[in-house]
């Protein structure tokens, strides 16, 4: 994770928009730190360097179209203002509900998909990678759920290795009965057990080549979006290790909402946040002087609409300068000139308030 000192990688994203291998780009993070924002602009500057950028929000809160400022459905939709950016928002609680037929078939699903935590959600997520995986886009970028979302995403592989084990050892137990259930239900062989095992053997056979390319550096990697606050510090060191654990590729973080400290910045409230926010940046850099650390300010307005996440882009690919650190000399001949007529207005008045 630390490497041993010298020159730290360029604070940008631009390692990312030169690595024309990459096919999956996964966002994730603490909730509300702004990922949604930082996944739509990516897909963006993705946009300018690629034929063409599938955006995908596995987020049950779905802020892309609140981003873009554009209504978004289960199905790739273009961007406004582009010829090759799409977007789609998937929803895991809702897929599954699909995948059987008849109302009882539908019971039967719900039924095994509640004896196997976690294969609802795995099987939406094969059946969504199925689909994507017949579109011919350059590159993938996951808007993801929460830390907690997106760890269960990447264990969807041993869930369903998981399921079809459980699945398997009920056949062997209890021979026909699965079969005869579906004959009760007025059901055909095609909801039989075997079509089951099958279309869960088929997921396998999906989600199995999509987790051999997540663990491919070449064509996945992960970006960790947070704040310089304590709980994200501690979210992205867990996400950070369990992305090694899973052998997926992560060398970017991305750091928003930063106070910078700007020529106005007068507010004890801003000046004690700064400190704060100083001391967790400072760990950040200890902790990751391998990674590209791409650093946001906090800004007045919020990022929505094409043009407002095409504005902001530019900070994602030249770090930002705060006011202090790019004035010129006129500009510092003028602050030192105005802070010595500060000082001489408030040496009059301690020298009025004493001779009163």
């Known amino acids: 994770m630390s490497g041993g000192g010298g020159e730290l990688p360029e604070g940008t994203v631009a390692n990312l928009l030169e690595q024309e291998t990459l096919k999956w780009v996964f966002v994730g993070g603490k909730g509300g ?3 949604t924002t930082c996944s739509s602009i990516l897909s963006i500057l993705l946009a300018r360097v690629r034929p063409s950028v599938l955006i995908i ?9 609140d981003a873009f400022q554009q209504r978004f459905t289960k199905s790739p939709t273009l961007v406004n203002g582009f010829t090759n950016l799409y977007a789609m928002e998937v929803d895991p609680n809702v897929e599954h509900e699909e ?24 099987m939406s997520f094969a059946e ?3 689909l994507v995986q017949t579109m011919d886009y350059s590159v993938i970028v996951f808007d993801t759920a929460p830390t907690g979302h997106t760890l269960r995403l990447l264990q969807f592989p041993s869930t369903l290795e998981k399921g079809l084990t459980k699945m398997m050892m009920l056949k062997n137990r209890f021979g026909g009965m699965l079969t005869q259930m579906t004959r009760l239900f ?4 095609e909801f039989g057990e075997d079509a089951l095992l099958g ?24 970006v960790c979006v947070c704040i310089p606050e304590f709980l994200s510090l501690y979210e992205t ?3 950070v290790q369990e992305l090694t654990k899973f052998e997926i590729d992560t060398h970017n973080i991305i ?14 409230l801003l000046k004690a946040r700064m400190k704060m926010q100083q001391k967790y940046l400072d760990q950040f850099y200890m902790l990751y002087d391998d990674f590209h650390i791409t650093k946001l300010p906090l800004l007045p307005e919020e990022v929505t609409g094409v043009d407002s996440l095409k504005a902001f882009s530019g900070l994602f690919l030249k770090p930002y300068q705060p006011l202090t650190s790019r004035g010129n000399v006129e500009e510092l001949v003028r602050r030192i000139s105005t802070l010595r007529k500060q000082l001489k207005d408030a040496e009059d008045e301690l020298e009025r308030l004493n001779k009163g």
């Not at 995948?99 to 795995?122: C, F, K, Q, R, Y």
């Not at 199995?208 to 992960?222: R, W």
């Not at 750091?255 to 004890?268: A, G, P, R, T, Y």
């Open 255 to 268: 750091i928003n909402q930063v106070l910078f400290d700007e020529e106005d910045s007068e507010s004890k």
């Open 199 to 222: 279309k869960l053997e088929g997921m396998k056979e999906v989600i199995e080549q999509v987790n051999k390319q997540f663990k491919d550096p070449d064509l996945t990697t992960f």
């Open 128 to 130: 969504m990678l199925k």
């Open 186 to 189: 007025g059901m055909g062989d």
């Open 99 to 122: 995948i059987g037929g008849a109302e009882g078939m539908d019971s039967l699903v719900t039924e095994l998909t509640n004896a196997i935590p976690g294969i609802d959600e795995a």
């Open 57 to 65: 929000s596995t987020d049950p809160a779905h802020n892309l179209s």
């Open 237 to 239: 060191e867990r996400l």
């Open 33 to 35: 730190v702004g990922k």
